[in-house]
C-alpha cells in the first residue's frame, strides 16, 4: 500500500476506513494462504474495468498480492476498444463541417487515418465535453451541427439515454454512438483459451446500474465465478479474497462484495430509459474480435438524433491510410484480451508514451499502457 487516506471531519482526523493498511494487510495474507491452499503455479483472475487497474496500480496493489495470483486486465477501458471505424466516422463528420462534442480522452484517439485532435489541428471543430447534456448546451448555443461522440459503458451509455429521452432536444443536436455493452465482452474473453482466466472481478459501478443479477446467467454458462467489487483498496483486496475462495472451492457463482451501493436488480429506472433507447448490435471492439451485441446503437424510433441516419458518412477516403509501421506494432487489443502485458510491447515508454501515444491504451486514463506508464504495474515494496 503505497498510501493511507485520511479526511478531516468534525475537526477530527479519521482514517479512511476502506483504505486501512492493517485490514489490506491481513486480506493480503489470506489472499496469499488460499493461493497455498490451491496449490498451484498460477491463479488468473480478471477484472474488466479501467477504474479498478486504476486504483489497484496506484495504490500498489500488485506489491502484496501473492506471486502465484495472476491478476490481469480484461477489455475494460471504453475509449480503448472504440474501433478506429468509430474514431473515423467522427473525424469525417469533423472534417466536413460538423461540430463534434465528445469526452476528452476521445480527441486523441488514433483512427486509420489521424485522431480528432488532427482534424482539429487542420481546422475541424472539436469540443471536449463532460457530459451528454453539456454537448446538447453546446448545440443550444450555435448554429452548426453538434454531433456527441458517445463513448463508454452501459453506466455512461444511460446518462446518453436520458438526454435522447428529453422533449426539447435542439433541432442541430445528433450523436454518434460508440457505446459498448461489457456482458458480451466477458463472453468472449472467458472463450479465448489462452486467458485461462478462472474467476472474473466485475465493475461496482456498472453493477449500479445492472444489477449483479445481470452477471447470473454468466456465470451458469461459463461455470466462472464472478465478484463485483467497489474501487477502494480493501474493496478490491475482499473482492480478491472471495473471487480466490470460490475458486479454491470449485464455485462457480456470483457474489456481490459491493453492497453499500450494488443490489441485485439494479437501477431499474437506468435501466429501461437505457433499452427504450439502444439495442445492442454486433461489431468490432478495437483490437480484440468483432463482439457479437457488444455495441449500443440508437434504436430506430430514435433515427432522427441518430448521425448514422442524419448524415452520409463516408469513411472510405480515410481508409486508403496505409497505417504507420508503429500502429501496426501496437499490442492494445492483446493486452486487453489478458494475453500480454504493457510491457510486453516493445514500444512502451520509448516510442510510446503519453506525450505520443501509439495506441489508444496509451491515451485514455482507464488504458492499461497510461495507467502502467504513470504509475508501475509490478511494484516492488
Ligand atoms: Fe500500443 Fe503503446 Fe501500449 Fe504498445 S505501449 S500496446 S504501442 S498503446
Not at 475537526?11 to 494487510?25: H, I, S, T, W, Y
Not at 435542439?170 to 489462452?194: D, Q, T
Not at 452520409?312 to 484480451?337: F, N, Q, W, Y
Request: proline share 5%.
Amino acid at each position: 500500500m503505497t498510501s493511507v487516506g485520511t479526511s478531516k471531519i468534525s475537526g477530527q482526523a479519521k482514517e479512511l476506513k476502506f483504505r486501512d493498511p492493517a485490514q489490506a494487510r491481513a486480506l493480503s495474507a489470506r489472499l496469499a494462504g488460499l493461493c497455498d491452499e490451491i496449490g498451484r503455479e498460477s491463479v488468473q483472475v480478471m477484472h474488466v474495468c479501467g477504474s479498478h487497474e486504476q486504483a489497484i496500480a496506484r495504490y500498489g496493489l500488485r506489491a502484496v498480492l501473492p506471486k502465484t495470483l495472476d491478476l490481469i486486465m480484461g477489455p475494460g477501458c471504453p475509449v480503448c476498444v472504440t474501433d478506429m471505424p468509430e474514431v473515423d466516422e467522427a473525424v469525417v463528420l469533423a472534417v466536413d463541417g460538423a461540430l463534434i462534442a465528445t469526452y476528452g480522452d476521445m480527441v486523441r484517439v488514433p483512427g486509420t487515418a489521424k485522431s480528432l485532435a488532427d482534424a482539429a489541428s487542420e481546422g475541424a471543430r472539436v469540443e471536449v465535453v463532460y457530459s451528454a447534456s453539456q454537448a446538447v448546451e453546446l448545440a443550444r448555443s450555435c448554429e452548426a451541427e453538434v454531433v456527441f461522440f458517445a463513448t463508454g459503458f452501459e453506466t455512461t451509455a444511460v446518462a446518453t439515454a436520458a438526454i435522447v429521452l428529453q422533449d426539447d432536444l435542439p433541432p442541430n443536436f445528433s450523436i454518434l454512438s460508440a457505446h459498448k455493452y461489457v456482458p458480451p465482452a466477458m463472453e468472449i474473453v472467458a472463450r479465448i483459451p489462452e486467458t485461462r482466466v478462472e474467476g472474473f472481478l466485475a465493475a461496482g459501478h456498472a453493477a449500479t446500474i445492472t444489477g449483479w443479477g445481470l452477471f447470473e446467467d454468466f456465470v451458469d454458462r461459463y461455470g466462472l465465478p464472478v465478484v463485483v467489487a467497489g474501487f477502494e483498496p480493501l474493496d478490491i483486496l475482499a473482492g480478491l479474497v472471495r473471487l480466490v475462495e470460490l475458486i479454491r472451492d470449485g464455485q462457480a457463482k456470483v457474489e456481490n462484495m459491493y453492497p453499500r451501493c450494488v443490489t441485485r436488480e439494479g437501477n431499474t429506472v437506468a435501466q429501461d430509459q437505457m433499452w427504450r433507447v439502444f439495442r445492442t448490435a454486433s461489431g468490432m471492439w478495437r483490437g480484440i474480435a468483432d463482439i457479437p451485441n457488444g455495441n449500443l446503437r440508437l434504436r430506430e424510433e430514435f433515427a432522427h438524433l441518430d448521425a448514422r441516419a442524419r448524415f452520409d458518412i463516408d469513411t472510405r477516403r480515410l481508409r486508403a491510410h496505409v497505417p504507420s509501421k508503429l500502429t501496426e506494432r501496437c499490442i492494445c487489443g492483446t493486452i486487453m484480451s489478458g494475453l500480454a502485458l504493457p510491457t510486453d510491447c516493445e514500444l512502451f515508454g520509448k516510442e510510446c508514451d503519453p506525450e505520443n501515444p501509439v495506441g489508444a491504451c496509451m491515451v485514455s486514463s482507464e488504458g492499461t499502457c497510461k495507467i502502467w506508464h504513470q504509475y508501475g504495474g509490478h511494484p516492488e515494496l
